[in-house]
T-cell receptor, first 115, second 117 residues
Framework: EPEVTQTPSHQVTQMGQEVILRCVPISNHLYFYWYRQILGQKVEFLVSFYNNEISEKSEIFDDQFSVERPDGSNFTLKIRSTKLEDSAMYFC?????????????FGSGTRLTVV | QQQVKQSPQSLIVQKGGISIINCAYENTAFDYFPWYQQFPGKGPALLIAIRPDVSEKKEGRFTISFNKSAKQFSLHIMDSQPGDSATYFCAARDPGSGIQGAQKLVFGQGTRLTINP
């Protein structure tokens, strides 16, 4: 079964450093997302991406965050200057068509720890 | 208005029993209501989903009951098994605007379900 692949699985970084989280969505999917989950809390929407541009972003997704699809297969989330409160699980998700909720697939996540 | 409220926060059920998790929402623009199962260290995995024009959907031991007028929906797990022990999230899909609507998911707080053998 096709999977959304995320790397690394765990990243530890110093406060103020830049991090890039990487995702390989399912190959025929057209819509891409980043969500985050602070430990023990709910999963929260960060950003959606379609046709090489952001289609929607949440209040959490401020100027420190950016997304990119650099080569047609990878989808990245960059945090420019990490803060302690950025520590969370970050999930990439993708889906194929407009009305298919069953195609909405999440990766296993990257655990980001900011120290 | 974007919130989805989920209860209980944690639930312990004996093997073979029925697990019931409840959710409520406010935004009538939500157009799909999925339930996700999450095991430790893994991403959410879709379990079952329902449209708001349907009152019940059953897949195996999992049933969603949907009350549109009350803006509530619930997940019932029949004959609960130890392998069902996981965190369960209800969610609601916000279709967004325009032909390229984002269709983001709004998640509930999660329920940690433990099935005792």
């Amino acid at each position: 079964e096709p999977e959304v692949t995320q790397t690394p699985s765990h990243q530890v970084t110093q406060m103020g450093q830049e991090v890039i989280l990487r995702c390989v969505p399912i190959s025929n999917h057209l819509y891409f997302y980043w969500y985050r989950q602070i430990l023990g809390q709910k999963v929260e929407f960060l950003v959606s991406f379609y046709n090489n541009e952001i289609s929607e972003k949440s209040e959490i997704f401020d100027d420190q965050f950016s997304v990119e699809r650099p080569d047609g297969s990878n989808f990245t989330l960059k945090i420019r200057s990490t803060k302690l409160e950025d520590s969370a699980m970050y999930f990439c998700a993708s889906r194929p068509l407009r009305n298919q909720v069953y195609g909405y697939t999440f990766g296993s996540g990257t655990r980001l720890t900011v120290v | 208005q974007q919130q989805v409220k989920q209860s209980p926060q944690s639930l312990i059920v004996q093997k073979g029993g029925i697990s019931i998790i409840n959710c409520a929402y406010e935004n009538t623009a939500f157009d799909y209501f999925p339930w996700y199962q999450q095991f430790p260290g893994k991403g959410p995995a879709l379990l079952i989903a329902i449209r708001p024009d349907v009152s019940e959907k059953k897949e195996g031991r999992f049933t969603i009951s949907f009350n549109k007028s009350a803006k509530q929906f619930s997940l019932h797990i029949m004959d609960s098994q130890p392998g069902d022990s996981a965190t369960y999230f209800c969610a609601a899909r916000d279709p967004g605007s325009g032909i390229q609507g984002a269709q983001k998911l709004v998640f509930g707080q999660g329920t940690r379900l433990t099935i005792n053998p």
